[in-house]
């Protein structure tokens, strides 16, 4: 029988399928005549690097959500973290400093030394693996977009569940910038500066500044003072070289500092080990108990060098990179006023890669691209102290050493109004691990590799250049993986995924288009970590399979000239197919709190961070003031049904609804405007993260309402 709430959500989802399948018709009619009242009501084309080539969305036969510069500010999206605002099917989630995006159900849950996400991150096609650092800022983006679904094949290793590639704006050959600068509530200033322009014939540059602070919002019950002030700043330099009309070489090089706390603000939620009536007891989001004071830093450089020659029928490609990290973390692990579990976490890292390709340019009926890549990273804690009441410490030392080799083919011929691509991607990887406890070598020279082979095939059908259906089948590979901080020497196994998909692009006339896709992936040796109960330290295993189903939806409508409506949504049916011997934690009973590990079947079980349900609105209309220039509101809601946070099921994040909102002024000319912006307008308190332990269950909570002026000039 369906629960009260069950049956009034079913109702309401039903009402809302009944009004979509009347209403979608009459906008489609609404808007195939105001199509032709003129250029300016047609939506505007999306161009699109899913397939490392420069296409139009509506001929990529992959799911995938694209935001421009604009769309990105107009909807409150100021880093990579609010991405899930604005995608369906993402779900972006931490775990103390690590960014952990899941896709459709896929995503990675270890944080240890050398590992990565399950959703690789690309930025101007450099591949970004130092996931301590993955929240990038977006102030001179021109285009993001999040690809779903394995891309094993053109992106590689770790792109299993999905890709998030950030196009950054490039040097131009005309002087030109723009600057902004905001104040908001809890003191918060933010600055952003772009400037570009050439310095010498064929040679152009670019560079790119911006700032952000913030007083904290978190009262701390031990220490009875605020905490979680932060400051983050980065700078990006790009120059563009151009001797002839055959040869450009990007050089780019950036500095990212952030000294952010709030990420390992953590909290107990419903009592802890050692609890007694009228002890320090968090009960709203914006309060901590902890016996130290939180802090995270991470710093990360880095430089790249993209060489292209454009031969007659065929562009050669050289990507290089260098990328350096270090970031420090002390938390309290316990989350309670006592000294049980304390950690300072200390990690380096240095990357190199370097991939190549070849891509065809010609206008037959075959495209065609080849590529080969190579990747080196070293990381290591320097060190990792744990410690543990009354008075023992773990000072743990590691390096680790991950080094991988890929070739890659990808081609689609074209025959009448059908496409058949076809490619594979070949993937060697070795990972070696050193580990020292208190000084003493425990692990000597740990050594393991794996070997993968990734297939893609899609047949698309195109009748016309407004329509595009296709089904396709890829593979999925991420590399196994050391436990490093459980100063394990046997590694798990790599993950796999087999992902099946269908979908449909439909322009169904200049103003208005509708992308859908259905998808079923097949997933086996899960990655998944739990916590010692003794250390706090993360324990690494395979869990055993899963299975993850449903469907997304896009719909981009510009029903009269200057209103433009954007709608998503996403329907995700994930659950564990079989995980018997699952390491959960389980309420202890009793005065004194705190939880007991157990083993569990969770076969059937809601895949983590998955909800079933999410969906965005967006919607922006600018309204002309006649010699006064123009004013444009713009609002973009997302609601997200219930997830969980642990494989039992028991830590959850209930459905909640977020609202941010802009309303601007852009004086003539469109040089100067001036905002006022507001983000969780709502004041939604929900978990940032959530982790369960044999203390408590900890969560840090997300953002409090903010809201602020902006003042901005572009030239």
Do not use: C
């Not at 909290?267 to 309060?287: I, K």
């Not at 290089?320 to 000294?339: G, I, K």
């Amino acid at each position: 029988m369906l629960s009260k709430s069950g049956l009034l959500k079913g109702r309401a989802l039903g009402a809302a399928a009944a009004l979509a399948g009347v209403a979608f018709p009459i906008l489609a009619q609404q808007a195939g005549s105001n199509a032709g009242n003129g250029a300016s009501d047609a939506l505007d084309e999306v161009v699109v690097i899913a397939q490392r080539r420069q296409e139009r969305l509506q001929d990529v036969p992959i799911s995938v959500t694209a935001l421009s510069a604009p769309q990105l500010q107009s909807r409150g999206v100021v880093s990579t973290n609010d991405l899930t605002m604005v995608t369906p099917g993402l779900t972006m989630t931490e775990t103390s400093s690590f960014v952990q995006p899941f896709i459709r159900g896929i995503g990675s849950l270890t944080t240890s030394v050398g590992d990565q996400s399950s959703v690789a991150t690309y930025i101007d096609g450099v591949y970004m693996p130092l996931v301590q650092t993955g929240v990038y800022d977006l102030a001179n983006v021109s285009s993001v977009e999040v690809l779903k679904g394995p891309q094993g094949t053109l992106f590689g290793r770790n792109a299993m569940g999905g890709a998030i590639l950030i196009t950054t704006e490039q040097p131009q050959d005309k002087f030109g910038g723009h600057f902004d600068v905001s104040y908001g509530n809890f003191n918060a200033a933010n600055a952003h500066g772009y400037l570009t322009g050439p310095i010498a014939n064929g040679v152009s540059a670019s560079l790119a500044v911006s700032y952000n602070r913030h007083d904290g919002w978190v009262d701390d019950l031990y220490t009875g003072k605020k905490i979680g002030d932060a400051e983050r700043y980065n700078v990006r330099g790009t120059v563009l070289i151009e001797p002839s009309s055959r040869l450009s070489v990007t050089l780019t090089g950036y500095y990212l500092s952030a000294d952010d706390p709030n990420g390992v603000i953590n909290s107990p939620v419903g009592g802890y080990l050692t609890y007694t009536p009228g002890s320090l007891l968090p009960n709203r989001p914006d309060q901590y108990v902890g016996n130290i004071d939180p802090s995270q830093t991470s710093r990360q450089s880095g430089a790249s060098g993209r060489l292209v020659y454009h031969f007659d029928s065929f562009d050669f490609t050289s990507v290089s990179a260098y990328q350096h990290l270090e970031t420090r973390v002390v938390f309290d692990n316990d989350s309670t006023p006592q000294q049980l579990i304390e950690l300072l976490d200390t990690e380096k890292g240095d990357v190199f890669s370097q991939e190549l390709q070849l891509q065809s340019t010609g206008t037959g009926p075959l495209r065609w691209m080849i590529g080969a890549f190579y990747y080196n990273q070293r990381s290591s804690y320097a060190p990792l102290d744990v410690l543990i009441a009354p008075a023992t410490t773990l000072d743990i030392g590691a390096d680790h050493h991950d080094k991988a080799y890929a070739g890659f083919a990808d081609g689609t011929y074209k025959l009448g109004d059908f496409e058949l691509t076809a490619g594979v991607r070949y993937n060697h990887e070795a990972k070696d691990l050193t580990a020292e406890l208190g000084g003493f070598t425990v692990i000597d020279g740990a050594h393991d590799s794996w070997n993968s082979t990734t297939p893609r095939a899609v047949l698309a059908y195109k009748p016309s250049a407004s329509l595009l259906t296709y089904v396709s089948y890829t593979q999925g590979f991420k590399s196994g993986a050391y436990n490093v901080s459980g100063l394990s020497n046997v590694p798990v196994n790599p993950e796999h995924v087999n992902a099946y998909e269908a979908g449909v692009k439909w322009q169904v006339n200049p103003a208005l288009s509708v992308d859908t896709a259905a998808f079923l992936y097949n997933t086996s040796d899960l990655q998944v970590q739990t916590i010692d109960p003794v250390t706090g330290l993360q324990l690494l295993a395979n869990a055993a399979s899963s299975r993850s189903k449903g469907a997304d939806l896009d719909v981009s409508w510009k029903p009269v000239q200057d209103l433009h409506l954007q709608f998503g949504a996403s329907y995700l049916n994930a659950k564990y197919t079989s995980f018997r011997n699952a390491p959960v934690y389980i309420p202890a009973g009793g005065p004194s709190g705190g939880l007991v590990t157990a083993s569990q079947d969770v076969s059937g079980d809601h895949l983590v961070r998955s909800p079933d349900w999410t969906f965005n609105l967006a919607a922006s209309y600018s309204i002309p003031l006649a010699d006064l220039g123009r004013i444009e509101p713009s609002v973009n809601l997302f609601n997200s049904s219930s997830f969980y946070w642990d494989f039992n099921n028991r830590v959850k994040t209930g459905g909640y609804t977020m609202l941010n909102g802009q309303l601007s002024w852009h004086l003539p000319g469109d040089g100067f405007s001036i905002s006022l912006w507001g983000r969780n307008l709502t004041d939604k308190r929900v978990y940032r993260s959530a982790l369960t332990t044999s203390i408590t269950d900890q969560v840090v909570w997300n953002d409090p309402r903010t809201y602020g002026v902006r003042l901005s000039y572009a030239f």
